[in-house]
């Protein structure tokens, strides 16, 4: 018996560390101060490529991770991106599954969303 409850409060308590674990990484996801994620600043000259990103990206309609404004000149706040051919700041590629961010695509108020 003594086993069983050895056990089940062990079984708990990786449970717990494994719950907990997730919810840090979700909210570390984008660093709100510095709007970076891997360190790479998410702003500026971005490149889209169908291999060798530097991030995997999924476009949703709600609970982004970054709010995304498309601009043709200055992307130089959190969250503008310039969409270039070549000299990118950094390159994304598309995906439906196993992002490394979620998106949300917008006319105004980029950024990391509250």
């Known amino acids: 018996m003594k086993d069983w409850i050895n056990l089940a409060a062990f079984a708990v308590a990786l449970l717990m560390a494994i719950l907990i ?3 840090v990484n979700a ?3 984008v660093k709100s101060e510095s709007c970076t994620y891997k360190d790479f600043k998410l702003y500026g000259k971005v490149q889209i490529v ?3 990103p530097d991030l995997k990206v999924k476009q949703v309609d709600a609970f982004a991770d970054l709010h995304v404004q498309r601009v043709d000149a200055f992307p130089d706040a ?3 991106w310039q ?3 070549a000299f990118p700041n950094f390159k994304v590629q598309f ?3 196993f992002p490394d961010l979620e998106v949300k695509f917008v006319d105004a108020f980029p950024g990391v969303p509250e």
């Open 21 to 23: 674990s997730t919810v």
């Open 27 to 29: 909210e570390d996801k």
């Open 50 to 52: 169908d291999s060798s």
């Open 78 to 80: 959190c969250g503008k």
């Open 83 to 85: 969409i270039v051919d």
């Open 95 to 97: 995906v439906d599954s």
